[in-house]
């Protein structure tokens, strides 16, 4: 080891410049991984909508003056249900996507484990959104039809909760029949657990940690003096969704046209298409910091190749008086790929506290998530990776230098 060791500490400004640009470019993509992992997930992740392409959504509703009770918007969902094509329809609160209001609150079991989660109040959420029932029961028809004189969350009754959720709030153990309530003190609401879901995103993907992506709980009723109020319409097998939509819109202009707030026009658009639009933003984000990521790696690439392309021909002569004394091409490669192997180590080990500190300036900065430590392990490889992939045709060419060529090299 001294023999690889001495020559790089005696000529040391090509090595600090490959540790340098390794050390950058391992804080660099440490960073920038954590954050696709963070703008990915919303992207991929399911939002528990079956078949969004047969659903039709219509939000940026608002009321002038006082917002509309709940024997109007039932009004207004069946006018929707008499259109031809409708399968099912719902009135709620808000839905996955729709990112003009988000309701959410903490919920607390009765062992005191919580979780903040999204809310969603409809009357037929589960039919309309096509949501998966994986244990208990869908709500009876007497639960759906409940009318609220507020938005319903405060109030007790039952509740799904989806399987994230459940296993947060109650882990190893059967969540039906337990009771979940909304906040802490008196007077809060008490929902009983009657069944779980295997999906329901929350619409509120900006967040830092996406753990409580899937934290969602849905609460049957028609909400009461909320000023933007949603209708869903979900489209029979094989009916022309942009016809339903179109339809949809007729019957909102028509059943609330003079009663809609100036200024606002209603949105009607199908599920699938509100998805894109919301997660336009962060899918954007990925593909930049993906090229990001790929800029950097073919920068440390060229540029680990072009100064150890460079070491290696300023010690050609002594890769030949090696040669002379019997060292063999494979040693000869194995030499170089060692040396390289100790300089990104080198570069990886600094690199670990460049990412950390990089990482706390953007913590203060942006409000990103802490860099987690399961990161370097996989940067250390990428980097490792690049690293040797550089060195290797340089040290394949020197591996061929004759002993009588490198001899005369001066």
Known sequence: MRHIIMPLLK?????????????????????????????????????????????????????KG??????????????????????ATSIAG????????????????????????????????????????????DFTGEERGRQYSDVGINTSGPALITRALAIRLFPGKNPLGKVITVGTGAGVGRRTVVGTVAHLMRNQTSGDSKSDLDYSVVIPGIPGAWALPVFLVRARPGFDVERLAISVRRVITRELGSELAPGLVPEVQTYHELRRQALARPRASVWLLASISAVVMFVALAGIFGLTTYWVQ??????????????????????????NG?????????????????????????????????????????????GQMAVFPPANRASRISPSLATRAT
């Not at 006082?66 to 008499?82: G, Q």
């Not at 002594?318 to 040396?339: K, S, T």
């Open 94 to 137: 808000s839905v996955p996507m729709e990112t003009l209001v988000q309701m959410d609150s903490d919920f607390y079991a009765e062992d005191g484990a919580n979780a903040n989660a999204a809310i969603y109040v409809g009357d037929d959420l589960t039919t309309a959104l096509g949501l998966r029932l994986v244990a208990g029961r």
């Open 342 to 386: 100790l300089l990104i180590g080198s570069g990886v080990l600094i690199g670990m506290m460049l990412a950390y500190i990089i990482n706390f300036w953007l913590m203060s900065r942006f409000e990103v998530p802490r860099l987690s430590p399961l990161y370097l392990p996989v940067g250390a490889a990428i980097m490792f990776a690049i």
């Open 11 to 63: 000529h040391y400004l090509m090595p600090a410049l490959v540790v340098i640009q390794v050390a950058l470019a391992f804080a660099i993509i440490c960073n920038v991984t954590s954050l696709i992992k963070q703008r990915i997930e919303p992207v991929i992740a399911p939002d528990g909508v079956g078949e969004p392409a047969q659903l039709v959504v219509a939000w940026h509703i608002a009321a």
């Open 314 to 339: 300023q010690r050609t002569r002594q890769i030949g008086v090696r040669r002379a004394l019997g060292a063999r091409r494979r040693d000869i490669f194995q030499w170089l790929q060692l040396e």
């Open 66 to 87: 006082h917002p509309w009770p709940p024997s109007r918007l039932l009004d207004v969902e069946s006018a929707l249900a008499y259109i031809p094509g409708v399968a």
